[in-house]
């Protein structure tokens, strides 16, 4: 069974302080890494896809990173509009490629 | 439409009772899911459209749960005699096809749902 753990549960930051989450992941074939963001009372918001181990995806302010078992997503310099849940998930190749989310980071930063 | 519609975005309902939800999909978009999200919990799958074959429906708790797409656009998942433990935020999102290469999907707002 695929699962995604992420950490921390949540994370304060003063404004400018930067910082990484932390999502690790347990697939028999990974086919995509996907990270997501969401405000409170919407639907998750598209970040980014990485497919391979290695591989690195840069937005403004963040950057997602890949291994064999384990993302990262950095958070440079972070402003307060960057509060959100962060949330992780992957397709493994299950063949309707549904997605296993894990429960999210909730980032706040304080200005 | 330019995103994800869902209707309604709240809606409280008795215990026992069927509800319908809706998802009006971005046009052209061939795939929609249904997702839910318990409080506390990430996101569960729940069933899976991809133009014109068979659904995977292999999310769906329990057999109160059912969803149809007409004419490959708009979504309808209904929950009949509802529990409180359906209590959730249900999210559709549809993609092009295939996530392979693609950007993901694009999320609706979702519905609250609330059984009292």
């Known amino acids: 069974e695929d699962q995604v753990t992420q950490s921390p549960e949540a994370l304060r930051l003063q404004e400018g302080e930067s910082s990484s989450l932390n999502c690790s992941y347990t697939?028999?074939?990974?086919?995509?890494l996907f990270w997501y963001r969401q405000d409170p009372g919407k639907g998750p918001e598209f970040l980014f896809t990485?497919?391979?181990a290695g591989e690195e995806k840069e937005k403004e302010r963040l950057k997602a990173t890949l291994t064999k078992k384990e993302s990262f997503l950095h958070i440079t310099a972070p402003k307060p509009e960057d509060s959100a849940t962060y949330l992780c998930?992957?397709?493994?190749?299950?063949?309707?490629?549904?997605?296993?989310f894990g429960k999210g980071t909730k980032l706040s930063v304080i200005p | 439409g330019a995103g994800v519609s869902q209707s309604p975005s709240n809606k409280v309902t008795e215990k026992g009772k069927d509800v319908e939800l809706r998802c009006d999909p971005i046009?052209?978009?061939?795939?929609l899911y249904w997702y839910r999200q318990s409080l506390g919990q990430g996101l569960e799958f729940l069933i899976y459209?991809?133009?014109?074959?068979?659904?995977?429906k292999s999310g769906l708790p329990s057999d109160r749960f059912s969803a149809e797409r007409t004419g490959g656009s708009v979504s309808t998942l209904t929950i009949q005699r509802t529990q409180q433990e359906d209590s959730a935020v249900y999210l559709c999102?549809?993609?092009?096809?295939?996530?392979?290469?693609?950007?993901?999907?694009?999320f609706g707002s979702g519905t609250r749902l609330t059984v009292v």
């Open positions: 999102a549809s993609s092009e096809g295939p996530l392979v290469g693609s950007g993901g999907y694009t």
């Open positions: 697939v028999s074939g990974l086919r995509g």
């Open positions: 990485l497919y391979s």
């Open positions: 998930a992957v397709d493994s190749g299950a063949g309707s490629y549904q997605l296993t």
């Open positions: 046009s052209g978009h061939t795939a």
């Open positions: 459209f991809q133009g014109n074959s068979a659904p995977d």
